[in-house]
């Protein structure tokens, strides 16, 4: 088939590798004028590094594997431990973080020439029984057999073929950036989360001396975007290295993102087209998901694409029924952990290593496809 893609990020990357490698003609129409390697680090779960692997994509090498999570309190009380090395050993996949630069270059070298075009910003969608037609800001148009939107939260393919309210604030944002470090814990293999009564942070090693950092605090749209010395203030105080991550840094190593969620729709799409990614759910990064559940969409809409005999309306429709169960649990529990983060719950409950373990074990079987396989029969038929 002629698949069209809009959005070269992750997701549009991703689905392009994996339907290339099912003989597709693909091609990926990116509004901006080069790849978009802003962003601070990824962690890809073992859901992520597993569809990532399915789609012929390793990132193994190049990425530094976690071997622990651990969580605290702001006074330094330790909540609880997850060991990421038994997580690996039972799912079957290891936990990577990588900065998503290096992840986009890496799709995007795997692809043949020809395949991604820049400066094409779509601007309109016409789905007929036997096409669909794409029209970009520059006059032009690209018609293809079907059309996959992996244009993110403020999608024009979801405008265009599904219309509805955008995502909405959560009420929280993040300051984050990825920054070379000379901190013991960049050059380790564990990620600290810390979770205080107002505000939260994480410090994640990313390999090659880069520390991933984030500080989530409360927002809403008309509040000012901290600096670093009023993120100084706020976490002064808080257990190392924090205080000292906060001295090394300065504003312009400083990204500012505001927690947004989509409603999940029922259909993703029209006869010819459908989403994913933050496209369609869009969602807080409390569980840090986002990117993995993208992944796990990218997956299995290939496995879907592969049957080139059946009806693309029912393939489509057949992807978004399998994957939208897992997508919005997920989505769920990220709008509640993130809602929970105000209340003494998050920060009085203590668990012991094991437990803490086969809950991550649980929690990311049960929000994936990828793990659990593709079961599918070999052809979908058209009713």
Wanted: some cysteine; glycine content about 10%.
């Amino acid at each position: 088939m002629r698949v069209l893609v809009i959005g070269a990020g992750v997701g549009g990357l991703a689905i392009a590798n994996g339907l290339l490698d099912k003989g597709h003609d693909v091609r990926v129409f990116e509004h901006a004028d080069a790849l978009r390697t802003s962003g601070a680090g990824i962690t890809v779960w073992s859901n992520g590094t597993a569809a990532l692997r399915e789609l012929g994509i390793d990132i193994e090498q190049i990425g530094r594997p976690l071997h622990s999570l651990r969580s605290m309190t702001e006074t330094g009380r330790l909540l609880w431990e997850a060991d990421l090395d038994e997580v690996t050993e039972r799912l079957g996949s290891p936990t990577v973080q990588i900065p998503r630069r290096t992840l986009i270059a890496q799709m995007a070298a795997a692809l043949p020439p020809g395949v991604l075009q820049f400066g094409r910003c779509c601007t309109g969608v016409t789905e007929h029984p036997d096409h669909v037609v794409v029209e970009f800001a520059d006059g032009t148009s690209a018609t293809g057999d079907v059309l996959i939107g992996a244009d993110g939260q403020r999608s024009v393919v979801r405008r265009e073929v599904l219309g509805g309210a955008p995502a909405k604030p959560t009420g929280w944002a993040s300051w984050q950036g990825l920054t070379t470090s000379d901190l013991p814990i960049a050059q380790g293999h564990q990620t600290l989360n810390i979770a205080g009564r107002y505000a939260h942070c994480g410090l994640i090693p990313t390999g090659d001396g880069l520390l991933h950092w984030w500080f989530d605090m409360p927002w809403k749209d008309g509040d000012p975007v901290q600096s670093v010395a009023e993120l100084r203030r706020v976490f002064r105080g808080w257990p190392d290295p924090v205080e000292h991550l906060l001295a090394s840094v300065t504003d312009d190593d400083l990204g500012f993102f505001p927690h947004i969620r989509h409603k999940v729709p029922v259909v993703w799409g029209g006869p010819r087209s459908t989403l994913l990614g933050d496209a369609v759910h869009a969602m807080p990064p409390a569980v840090a998901q986002a990117a993995n559940q993208t992944l796990e969409d990218a997956w299995l809409l290939t496995q879907y694409l592969s049957d080139v005999d059946g009806s693309p309306e029912v393939l489509l429709r057949a992807y978004e029924q399998e994957r939208r169960p897992r997508a919005l649990k997920v989505s769920r529990t990220a709008a509640l952990t993130s809602a929970q983060r105000s209340t003494p719950l998050q920060r009085l409950a203590m668990f012991p290593k094991w437990l803490a373990t086969r809950s991550q074990v649980a929690t990311l079987r049960s929000g994936s496809n990828v793990l659990r396989g593709f079961a599918r029969p070999p052809r979908v038929q058209v009713a």
